[in-house]
Each structure stands twice: as C-alpha cells, then as structure tokens.
C-alpha cells in the first residue's frame, strides 16, 4: 500500500496570506490527524477528522481549520499567516477500526512551511 | 492536564542498551505510544502500551505502569542508525488525538 502522501512538500507564504495544504491518507484509513511541529513546541494536535467530521481539536485559533472529503483526503487551511506558523505540518492516518482499542497512526513526510 | 516529560537528550554507545523515561498526568490517558523520528524525516511508529507491563519488539521494548504515570522505551544493541529523537505520546481512547512529549534526541556514539 502507498504512504501517506502530503503536497505541497515545501511552502513559502507571506504574512496575512492564507494557505491549503492537502493529505491522502493510506488506502482504508478513514481517521486523519493533523500536526504541528516547532522547534521550541514540539509536535502540537490541530485536528483529526473521521467520516468527513471533526472528532477532535487541539488549542489553536480559528485561523486554522480543515476538512475532510468522502475519500477520507483531508485539507487543512491556516488563514492570515503569522511568522510563528512557520513549521512542518505532518499529517497521520489511521486504520480506525471498532475492534481495536488503539491503533497507530502513519505519518506523511510533511508540508515545511515558511512564512515571511 | 495533560503535560508529558521526557528527557531532552541523551547519549549512548554502540552496542550497549539506553533507557528513555517518559512521565505524564494520568488522568485523560489510557495509552501511551512511542515513535522514533530521524532528522528531517515523519515520525515513524515504534510502540504502545494500554496495560501495564512490558511489551517487546525486537531491540525496542516498552513499558508502561499507569498508576504512576510513568514509561520508558528500551533499545538494545545500540546501532549507529538509532541515532534520532523518541517522541513519547499520550492517546485517548479511539481516536486520533496524541499528545506528545517533546521528545528525547538520542545519539550513539562508536
């Protein structure tokens, strides 16, 4: 089976822009969540999708937001960027199956996105 | 809260076995997972524990006692390629919620 595939890989964007990055999950997975990952924060939780709705959501602010498609594909926008959302943004899906209790997630190699 | 802590580096020789602890809050989490991440690389799987106890895999064993919120992350037979940082993860039931800790950036030395 493919990865987990993430485009654009690399992003430079100017402040007060806005941004769309995309993810295709592996083939079957229907759960998709999205990260953050800084230097001096580490890997933050934004968001995850499941079925097309968002089953959970992390502590950023409303200038991020997602979606999920029917697919299972997933996009994540961040409107009116700001320097510190200069970061790798991973994408991981999941399995998501009801007779496991846990399943690990794949990660994509991430989108590394620069905002001047 | 839901705060993970971990070491934030460590050093070992090749060939011999390291230890990476991982302490968390135990109230929002029944599992805790394990991924390894190279440099400029996606995080990549290793482990995870819902019970208490020691789970093997190969060089990678991981262990987790939930009443003390604590769980390390064992590697033996240091290679050269185990050079990365561990990420210790908390989930939360069945989703695809992770928080994790900062992580530990290993590196082996000959």
């Known amino acids: 089976k493919a990865g987990v595939t993430q485009t654009p ?8 822009q806005q941004v769309t990055l995309s993810c295709s999950p ?47 594909r997933s996009e994540m926008n961040v409107s009116t960027l700001e320097l510190g959302d200069s970061a790798l943004y991973l994408c991981a899906s999941s399995p998501d199956s009801p007779d496991q209790p846990f399943h690990e997630q794949y990660f994509g190699p991430g989108t590394r996105l620069t905002v001047t | 809260g839901q705060n993970i802590d971990q070491p934030t580096e460590m050093t070992a020789t090749e060939g011999a076995i390291v230890q ?11 599992g805790l997972f394990w991924y390894q991440q190279h ?14 106890g020691l789970e093997e895999k190969g060089r990678f064993s991981s262990f987790l006692s939930r009443s003390k919120g604590y769980s390390y992350l064992l590697l033996k037979e240091l290679q050269m390629k185990d050079s990365a940082s561990y990420l210790c993860a908390g989930g939360s039931g069945n989703t695809g919620k992770l928080i994790f800790g900062q992580g530990t950036t290993l590196q082996v030395k000959p």
């Not at chain 1, 890989?9 to 007060?16: A, D, N, Q, W």
Request: proline letters at 4%; glycine letters at 12%.
């Open chain 1, 9 to 16: 890989r690399y992003l430079i964007k100017t402040r007060g």
């Open chain 1, 26 to 72: 592996i083939s079957g997975h229907r759960s998709v969540s999205w990260y953050q990952q800084t230097p001096g924060q580490g890997l933050q939780f934004l968001f995850e999708y499941f079925s097309e709705t968002q089953r959970n959501k992390g502590n950023f602010p409303g200038r991020f937001s997602g979606r999920q498609f029917s697919n299972s």
């Open chain 2, 20 to 30: 990476i602890n991982c302490t968390y809050q135990t109230s929002g989490f029944n």
């Open chain 2, 39 to 52: 440099a400029g690389e996606a995080p990549t799987f290793l482990s995870y524990n819902v019970l208490d």
